[in-house]
């Protein structure tokens, strides 16, 4: 886009390839996150020093963080992303869950908003909802707070250590209650929606791959959705898109059980896997998000976006393939795979040393083809491509995976990975 960058990275990051790419960097503190990327006035400065116009706050850190973005703007900087006020009422997930819900999108059924302090009240509306039932934190997301209680006698309980467990980790503990879906697969409709009230979707993806609430393969489009539903599903996002006045790009986030899709959350950031959309549609999201931030009215309406073939994404991570352990230390040689239809976004060189700080995630792998099969098919070839000496990583799990019967049916949910993990 002709836009000079700013990298910035904390102590230990200084050798990251992506600071070594930029045009300038900063070093904003030291490894720890909370003293250097979570750091607001210290990332604040850093824009400051190097007179930028703008801050794209990435996928993790404060990337979902309305304070932040609501700094960034007092400080007179573009934030890459939605409204302060998008991000903090999708941040509250009783109030994402209603908004979405009156916009016309389905729920899973549960209470009317947050629970009360008579538990003699959230058993009545528990047995009214039907055992099982899921106690979630509002300013959850991600799953702490999580608690499952399969019939009355577990409520009182799941309630008390939802309770602490999301006042430990968010100061707030504010609870709503679902009923629990057993199986289903956890599908995503990618949204961008600009500041004149124009949005459109991108079509969904399938992240239902995951072990512990971490994502390994997600794939776009999701199997077995007919183009007429992910057309009705996706007009619903596009219409709670202008309903709420957001803009930017956006992730809803469904619970697929065969039948229904049931709305649990949004996401206000670009994602790790949005690289499987820009597969299938040819679009740039990031890209798109900067036209956005600056103003700019969507270049592209619905009718434009065309779903080319297939694309799927291994998120490679320096973890034992069978403990799950991070491994971090020196990689020795690296060789990323290529040909036609392969996208490797990393940081990674032969040399570079993965801190145990942050995130195991090294490497995206990203496979398309005309098809799921050829898609299928150069992940394979790709997989067995990829050296990285020195580490461990999850390149087996995945090759193990992409050997499987059913998971090249693609009948899989939530519980497949752990399902075959267990055995
Ligand atoms: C659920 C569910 C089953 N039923 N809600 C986990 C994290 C949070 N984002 C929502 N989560 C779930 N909510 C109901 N009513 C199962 C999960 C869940 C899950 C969801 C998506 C992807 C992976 C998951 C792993 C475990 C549990």
């Known amino acids: 886009m002709g836009i000079a960058t700013v990298a910035l990275h ?36 850093a824009a400051e020093v190097t007179n930028a116009n703008a801050i794209h706050p990435g996928y993790g850190f404060l990337a979902e963080n309305a304070d932040f973005a609501e700094q960034v703007e007092k400080s007179n900087f573009i934030f890459i992303g939605p409204s ?28 009317d908003g947050a629970l009360c302090d008579d538990i003699e009240k959230t058993k009545e509306q528990a047995r009214r909802i039907g055992y099982p039932v899921l106690i979630k934190a509002a300013a959850g997301g991600g799953g702490k707070g999580l608690r499952l209680a399969e019939d009355e006698s577990q409520l009182d309980n799941a309630i008390r250590i939802s309770k602490i467990e999301s006042n430990l980790n968010f100061g707030n503990t504010t609870l709503y209650m679902e009923k629990f879906l057993h199986n289903p697969r956890h599908i995503e409709m990618q949204v961008l929606a600009d500041k004149y009230g124009n949005a459109i979707h991108l079509g969904d993806r399938d992240c239902s791959i995951q072990r512990r609430r971490q994502k390994l393969i997600e794939e776009a489009p999701s199997l077995g959705i007919s183009d007429e539903q992910r057309q009705i599903l996706g007009q619903q996002c596009t219409k709670a898109c202008q309903n709420l006045g957001y803009f930017g790009a956006g992730t809803f986030e469904f619970l697929y059980d065969g039948k229904e899709f049931h709305f649990i959350e949004m996401n206000t950031r670009v994602q790790v896997e949005h690289p499987v959309t820009e597969a299938i549609t040819g679009i740039d999201i990031v890209k798109e998000q900067i036209h956005i931030a600056a103003g700019e009215a969507l270049s592209k309406r619905q009718d ?45 060189y032969s040399g570079y040393e993965i801190p145990l700080h942050y995130d195991s995630l090294i490497a995206k792998l990203i496979t398309h083809g005309s098809d799921r099969k050829e898609a299928l098919a150069r992940m394979q070839g790709a997989l067995e491509e990829m050296i990285i000496d020195g580490i461990e990583t999850t390149i087996p799990i995945h090759q193990r995976i992409l050997a499987k019967k059913k998971f090249l049916r693609g009948a899989v949910d939530i519980n497949y990975l752990e399902r075959i993990l267990a055995r």
């Open 10 to 45: 904390s102590e230990i990051d200084r050798e990251a390839k992506y600071v070594k790419l930029a045009d300038e960097s900063v070093c904003i503190g030291p490894a720890p996150a909370h003293l250097s990327y979570l750091n607001i006035p210290a990332v604040i400065a």
């Open 304 to 348: 434009d976006i065309e779903f080319r073939g297939h694309a799927i994404e291994c998120r490679i991570n320096a973890e034992h393939p069978e403990t799950f352990k991070p491994s971090p230390g020196a990689v020795g040689r690296y060789h990323p795979p290529g040909g036609p239809g392969v996208r490797v976004d990393t940081h990674l």
């Open 84 to 111: 302060p006020q998008a991000i903090r009422r999708m941040g509250d997930k009783i109030e994402a869950i209603k908004r979405m819900c009156n916009g016309g999108l389905h729920r899973v059924p549960g209470s």
